[in-house]
């Protein structure tokens, strides 16, 4: 049954990317996890009741305020809070994916997603055909990126020697 009240548009390409869009987000909620731990020096036991409310908005805000207070160069501050930008720039696509409905895009084989915005005038975002759609490959290698991304801020930590345990990501065979 719930398979018949799927959208027909959406293919299991498109679902697989969508998990690995979130996915790559949950991994990035594990680095800036293990950036707090690690720089508080807080065992991993304790430290998952300490995180235990914090989601991706909240560890990156916790993370950026620990580079705020650190005595870290300015260069090196900038650096790493330049990275982590890059990796919030993706943070809309994750939103989007895990909350929103899609539709189908302008290309053959894409979807866009239907957001409501509220701020100011109340607006209808994915019905003009000039919005940004997704083929499924599209947000594959989008999900590439965002791991990407999430792993640079990783390795700026463990390049100044705080050891993340972090696993190598490397490009995936298509």
């Known amino acids: ?18 998990g690995r869009v979130v996915q790559a987000f949950v991994q990035i ?21 300490l995180l235990a409310g914090y989601n991706y908005d909240g560890l990156k805000n916790l993370v950026k305020s620990m580079v705020g207070e650190s005595n870290l160069p300015d ?3 900038k650096e790493i809070l330049a990275r982590i930008d890059k990796v919030n ?5 994750r939103n989007n994916v895990a909350h929103n409905p899609w539709k189908p895009g302008k290309r053959k084989g894409s979807i866009k997603s ?8 109340l607006k209808i975002m994915g019905i003009e055909d000039n919005e940004k759609d997704w083929l499924a490959s599209e947000l594959d290698a ?4 965002i791991l990407r991304r999430g792993m640079a801020v990783g390795q700026f930590f463990v390049d100044r020697g705080i050891h993340l345990g972090l696993p190598k990501v490397e490009k995936r065979k298509k």
Do not use: C, W
């Open 1 to 18: 049954m719930g398979k018949a009240l799927e959208p027909k548009f959406i293919t299991a390409k498109h679902y697989r990317a969508f």
């Open 29 to 49: 909620e594990t680095v800036y996890a293990q950036i707090v731990l690690r720089v508080l020096k807080v065992e991993d036991g304790t430290g998952a009741f």
């Open 75 to 77: 260069h090196e501050s």
């Open 89 to 93: 720039d993706k943070a809309n696509l």
């Open 114 to 121: 239907m957001v409501l915005k509220t701020k100011g005038n």
């Open 142 to 145: 989008e999900a590439d990126e």
